[in-house]
């Protein structure tokens, strides 16, 4: 019996090979996926829920969904689970999802042990799989289904999952009232997932050939070289591995169809290793124009790294909570390999792809139309100043600030990076160019925005009420100014009150 090659032994211009002879599926076994497929479908449909089930409710297969490998089309030979995602009429929300999940599990278990003579050849290990969070139903019903007699077994997974999609067409964006809904349930992150399977596999259904081997060689090194290890280690799933893939290929190709093979393995082993600068994520299904979703994404983003939002299902961040500390160290191990060197024995070159994309930043400046910067979110801050400098041929010291959710102004110094606050999205920073002796001062408004003014320390707090009534059209004689408690008075200086660069003085209307 011929061994099969080693990743790690095959050369890196023999990648494209390896993955086309041990990896691919050949036309049998998507043969013996579709009949399985085709069986499981007929018994949910027509032996299943033919009568009415519990609580006077009829219980209507709506649709079934091939999510996972199989419904994104990167399938490894002989190494996929199938996973059916059964849409039921009796579930009217997420909630009631929730609530009747375990029921419907229950039930499709029953049926199957019932009719799994007539289903197929064999059919083994019927097992619940209870969600890995206490208080919370089973998830999905598990069995092994060897539809013919000398075919090897199928693992199939069925899921039941609300309609939340509807009749949506494969490149319409879902309403935002769909995630409003979602993100109100407060349910666990990534929970119903399942409701938006159709998404997942719309995203990767429709990508180039080329892309979808890469993801199959990516996906066997970390089930050959990691699983395979550490088999009870909690690491992050194969949908992680493949976003990231997907991700690298995008902004290292400009999503080419024909590209290395071997440069978006090294890209992706590169990205792996240096895993707590991971921060994707994708505005295909969901973005920023609906204030409910913005504000929940935008928290997401501020939690720790790696962060990879699933683009279907903005609650399930499926990098949080896993050992990729596992995965680094063997990406590390694997780029000394031979499948990582060319036939110079000289280092594969790397795409040009950071940890997150560049951030769009709109610098706003008092006297100035916004103009827009792109800006590499782990770049220091004194890099963003040197190319404001350059372009708008300042000569000033130059202070950056933006503000903040909470309502407080934060400053950016020069070794701050955009990171630092979690901030990888497109954001308005404020530029105030000040000489000195001037500094720096913040003025809170009644309605809690901050603005920023240059002011000399030993003018009179009336020249800076005049600026405030300049800015924003509040009257100098309606203004009363307070800090730290204290009411400032028109004839003393902003140095009478020991007021220093950065400091925040409260604005009222009088």
């Avoid at 049998?28 to 006077?56: M, N, Y």
């Avoid at 199989?70 to 849409?87: A, P, R």
């Avoid at 090897?152 to 879902?174: C, Q, S, T």
């Avoid at 059209?473 to 950065?502: A, C, H, M, N, T």
Wanted: charged content about 30%; some cysteine; glycine content about 4%.
């Amino acid at each position: 019996m011929a061994l099969h090659p080693d990743l790690y032994q095959t050369p890196a211009w023999r990648l494209d090979a390896f993955v086309t002879q041990e990896l691919q599926p050949d036309v049998e076994w998507k043969e013996e996926i579709d009949d399985v497929f085709k069986r499981v479908e007929g018994f949910l449909r027509d032996q299943c829920f033919h009568t009415q089930l519990f609580r006077d409710l009829e219980v209507r297969v709506k649709k079934i969904v091939k999510g996972g490998s199989i419904g994104k089309g990167t399938t490894l030979k002989h190494g996929s689970d199938m996973d059916l995602v059964i849409f039921l009429s009796c579930f009217s929300s997420f909630q009631e999802q929730s609530k009747l999940r375990g029921h419907i599990i229950t039930h499709v278990e029953e049926r199957l042990t019932r009719c799994r003579e007539s289903l197929a050849f064999d059919i083994q290990g019927i097992t619940v799989r209870q969600s890995q969070r206490r208080g919370t139903t089973p998830r999905s019903l598990s069995f092994y289904m060897q539809a013919r007699r000398m075919s090897e077994p199928i693992k199939v997974n069925v899921l039941p999952a609300f309609d939340a999609l509807g009749n949506l067409a494969p490149d319409e964006k879902p309403p935002s009232e769909v995630y409003e809904n979602l993100i109100k349930s407060r349910s666990k992150a990534g929970e119903f997932s399942s409701s938006f399977a159709e998404l997942q596999r719309n995203f990767f259904k429709h990508r180039p050939a080329k892309l979808k081997s890469l993801l199959r060689l990516v996906k066997h090194w970390y089930l050959k070289k990691v699983k395979a290890k550490c088999p009870r280690t909690f690491l992050p799933p194969k949908y992680a591995l493949e976003l990231l893939t997907l991700y690298a290929w995008e902004t290292g190709t400009q999503k080419a169809e024909n590209f290395s093979t071997d440069e978006g393995f090294v890209t992706v082993m590169e990205l792996l290793r240096d895993y707590e600068n991971i921060c994707i994520y994708w505005t295909t299904n969901y973005n920023f124009e609906n204030a409910v979703i913005r504000d929940f994404v935008k928290q997401k983003l501020r939690k720790n790294r790696p962060i990879i939002l699933d683009p279907a299902d903005p609650t399930n961040n499926v990098g949080e909570g896993k050992r990729w500390d596992v995965l680094a160290r063997e990406a590390a191990h694997c780029l000394k390999q031979v499948c990582c060197y060319d036939s110079n024995d000289e280092e594969i070159q790397s795409w040009d792809v950071q940890g997150a994309r560049n951030i769009q930043v709109i610098l706003r400046q008092s006297g100035w139309e916004d103009w827009t910067l792109w800006v590499n979110p782990y770049d220091p801050s004194w890099k963003m100043k040197e190319k404001i400098k350059q372009d708008r041929e300042l000569t000033g010291q130059l202070r950056l600030s933006f503000q903040d959710p909470s309502g407080e102004r934060q400053l950016l110094r020069g070794s701050d990076t955009l990171a630092q606050y979690g901030i990888f999205y497109r954001i308005v920073i404020y530029l105030l160019e000040t000489f000195s002796p001037e500094i720096q001062i913040f003025v809170k408004g009644p309605n809690n925005h901050t603005k920023v003014f240059a002011a000399d320390p030993y003018n009179c707090i009336q020249d800076l009420k005049e600026k405030i009534e300049e800015a924003r059209g509040l009257p100098v004689e309606s203004q009363v100014l307070e800090f730290q408690g204290r009411r400032l008075y028109d004839y003393k200086s902003l140095r009478d009150y020991g007021i220093q660069d950065s400091d925040t003085i409260i604005a009222r209307k009088w």
